[in-house]
């Protein structure tokens, strides 16, 4: 079996090639890749080269498949798996896995660390560290980008659950947000500030019942507006409100106002700046918890934090980084329930745009960039498919299926899409 892969060789040496993938054995599944997210993490691995901690020393010889947030069909399985695994099975992937014979030990992941295993591939091999794991996860919802998403959509999840508060006269700590409590996301409209407003928002178990999502691009907060409205949110028991606090003098001000200066039960701040940091310090009440969810590049970066409150009201802090495996089954499952995350994308591209695209991805706008790698096309922003569809009736077919989903990607649209795009050769 052949497969056209993007490859990592050394520092900002990305390659498409077609190779041939080894014979299959027992304890392996072959698969077919349809659609991959591209992540920030991939850029920095590509940058990095054999600096990275998951990438193998002799990647020069021996490339490694980039990309870890794919979905695809199972294609065959090895013996060993097959009470498990059946061929057309759709499927995503953990890829923090942990095991110590990997490539890199405990720090082997796909899309990092193995040759013929990677979202940015036409097919894979699924290697045992993975399937003796359990990290192969079944999907059974529409579409294929869900699945993708998954694992972007997973770290939303750990993040809501990580949170924790504390039991009076105990030293026990209660892990999750407050049900019926005040949450506020601060920097809060983009992708992953949009995945954590849809999670919120349609999550089933518990929930606040005040939502303040912050930031300073009106233009940003209107267009979350539009996914999400408050009447939605309010129909779910939720309190939404959107609050530009690049237009008042006093943001802890402003968002004290909203809780009767009572402070917030959870905050989340999606932006690695000090002084979105220290709000969300500010707007604490009591027992408050501070989640830091932005990945910072800086590893100096600090923010003033009020120890007083520390000491007398409980206030405190947690970081997540990824979510875990429970968190990537209940990503799939509420997708297959009906949760969309079409929200965080922003542009569609095949798998000829991959190398460009991750070398360059901090100066791409906008969200994640959804690959589909059985197909060629430029990477494109999906708020251009009107403009090229005046030249091309492809690409207005799509403007029309994605603004019947107010903009946003949708199944219909890659259904579509994977029907009617250049295919690979």
């Not at 999550?203 to 005040?210: A, E, M, Q, T, V």
């Not at 007083?308 to 297959?336: C, F, P, R």
């Not at 492809?394 to 299926?401: C, N, P, S, V």
Request: charged share 25%.
């Amino acid at each position: 079996m052949k497969t056209t892969a993007v490859r990592l060789y050394g520092k900002k040496d990305l390659r498409l090639e077609t190779f041939e993938l080894p014979p299959l054995k027992d304890d392996e599944i072959l698969a077919k890749v349809v659609s991959d997210s591209i992540c920030m993490s991939s850029y920095k691995a590509a940058q990095q080269g054999t600096d990275h901690k998951r990438i193998p020393n002799d990647v020069a010889e021996k490339p490694i498949i980039i990309g870890h947030e794919f979905a695809g069909e199972i294609i065959e399985v090895g013996d060993k798996w097959k009470d498990k695994f059946k061929p057309g099975q759709k499927y995503s992937i953990q890829p923090a896995i942990y095991y110590e014979d990997g490539p890199v030990g405990v720090l082997s992941a796909p899309g990092y660390s193995y040759p013929y295993i990677g979202g940015d591939a036409t097919y894979v091999i699924i290697p045992k560290d993975v399937l003796k794991q359990d990290c192969l996860l079944v999907y059974d919802g529409p579409g294929y980008y869900p699945a993708s998403l998954s694992e972007p959509l997973s770290c939303v999840i750990g993040a809501m659950h990580a949170n924790y508060h504390t039991i009076p006269g105990s030293y026990e700590h209660k892990m999750e947000i407050v049900d019926g409590g005040k949450m506020a996301i601060l920097a809060g409209v983009g992708p992953m500030g949009l995945a954590a407003i849809n999670y919120v928002i349609n999550r089933k178990d518990r929930k606040p019942s005040l939502l303040v999502v912050t930031d300073i691009d009106q233009a940003r907060l209107d267009r979350a507006a539009e996914i999400y409205p408050v009447e939605l949110a309010k129909a779910k028991g939720i309190e939404l409100i959107y609050l530009n606090t690049g237009n008042v003098n006093d943001p802890v001000k402003a968002l004290q106002e909203k809780v009767d200066g009572k402070g917030y039960d959870d905050v989340f701040v999606f932006a690695p700046v000090p002084a979105v940091i220290e709000q969300a310090d500010g707007i604490l009440g009591f027992d408050g918890c501070l989640n830091f969810f932005a990945g910072p590049s800086d590893p100096n970066l600090k923010a003033k934090m009020n120890f007083y409150n520390v000491h007398y009201a409980y206030t405190h802090v947690v970081g997540t980084s990824g979510g875990n495996m429970n968190d990537m089954k209940e990503a799939l499952q509420i997708m297959s329930e009906g949760l969309d995350p079409a929200g965080l994308v922003t542009h569609v591209g095949g798998l000829n745009s991959v190398p460009e695209t991750t070398l360059n991805l901090p100066n791409i706008p906008g969200g994640k960039k959804l690959i589909y790698t059985h197909i060629d096309m430029p990477l494109t922003p999906i708020s251009e498919f009107a403009q090229k569809g005046e030249k091309d009736p492809f690409f207005a077919k799509l403007a029309e299926l994605v603004a019947a989903n107010k903009g946003l990607w949708s199944v219909e649209a890659e259904e579509f899409l994977l029907k009617n795009a250049p295919k690979r050769i």
